[in-house]
């Protein structure tokens, strides 16, 4: 059964809405339909992690960085190493390698690892030691010697692996000294991704999707952000093909990063029963085509 929780607000005596749960599942869940007050929450004077989060990622969040446990990462036989999984930021990057390799450039040739972020492999001293962020995709770049050394370059944040591919091969990126125009506005829908997504994931997708308890406000609170992104891009595509332009040589990086979680999104990919509930198919032709 689904349980609406209510509080009262002191300052206005309106009942309030907090969430919308089931009664069975987790211990939170189990609280509320069994009749407990559920208040208000007030944050403290200062905050202390509870040890028992709850939801898909509750295991895995703490609010410290750095290794959890010792082990090296594999290193194959190609000069590129990239180390990381089929999420959309993981597949950002594969997608612009796949596509170097459809262009005949060996050199764009790598060993693929896969980093298990549930089994917390991000978090290992050979991961945190190219990218202290912990987050996937990270890339090694071996074939290249700087200042004389032999160090190989490490890449974290996937917008910054695609920036450093393009500029290694010179592909898929506006170029030229009179390119200014076009090379700065794919570097602003390049950030506008970066920028847009983690509302898109991190919120929309943690609370419609992952959260243990459905929280009617913070759903409401996203959707209507993922929604306006949604609505921000299908008026950009209204007359162009790709996010630059309309030929071929417009498809650039800014599309293979777009595309992973707006295009799965549109596509119904991404958040089971997502792309019903944000009626993408009736309300964002130019994204669904």
Do not use: C
Not at 212 to 231: F, G, H, M, N, S
Request: proline share 6%.
């Amino acid at each position: 059964s689904i349980v609406r929780a209510m509080t009262t607000t002191p300052s206005s005596g309106k009942d309030v809405l907090i969430a919308t749960v089931s009664s069975t599942d987790t211990p939170i869940q189990k609280s509320v339909s069994n009749g407990l007050t559920a208040k208000e929450y007030v944050p403290p004077k200062v905050w202390r992690v509870d040890p028992n989060l709850g939801g898909t990622w509750g295991s895995i969040n703490r609010p410290t960085a750095g290794v959890r446990s010792q082990k090296e990462l594999p290193v194959g036989k190609h000069g590129l190493q990239l180390y990381s999984l089929a999420t959309p930021n993981g597949v950002k990057v594969t997608i612009l390698l796949e596509e170097l390799l459809e262009l005949g450039i060996s050199e764009a040739e790598y060993d693929a690892w896969l980093v298990k972020i549930t089994d917390q492999e991000q978090f290992t001293s050979g991961f945190v030691e190219i990218n202290p962020n912990s987050k996937i995709p990270a890339l090694v770049d071996y074939s290249v010697k700087t200042n004389g050394d032999d160090l190989p370059i490490n890449v974290f944040e996937s917008g910054s692996i695609l920036m450093y591919l393009v500029e290694k091969f010179g592909k898929f990126w506006p170029a030229g000294a009179d390119n200014l125009r076009k090379r700065t506005e794919a570097m602003n829908w390049l950030m506008w991704q970066m920028g847009s997504a983690p509302f898109l994931g991190g919120g929309f997708g943690h609370f419609f999707h992952y959260a243990p308890v459905k929280i009617e406000y913070a759903v409401d609170r996203y959707t209507t952000e993922t929604k306006r992104q949604l609505d921000v891009l299908d008026k950009h595509l209204a007359n162009r093909q790709y996010m630059l332009g309309g030929d071929d040589d417009d498809y650039s990086i800014v599309d293979m990063a777009i595309w992973p979680w707006y295009g799965q999104l549109a596509l119904g990919n991404l958040y089971e029963k997502s792309f019903e509930f944000l009626d993408v198919e009736n309300s964002y032709p130019n994204v669904m085509r």
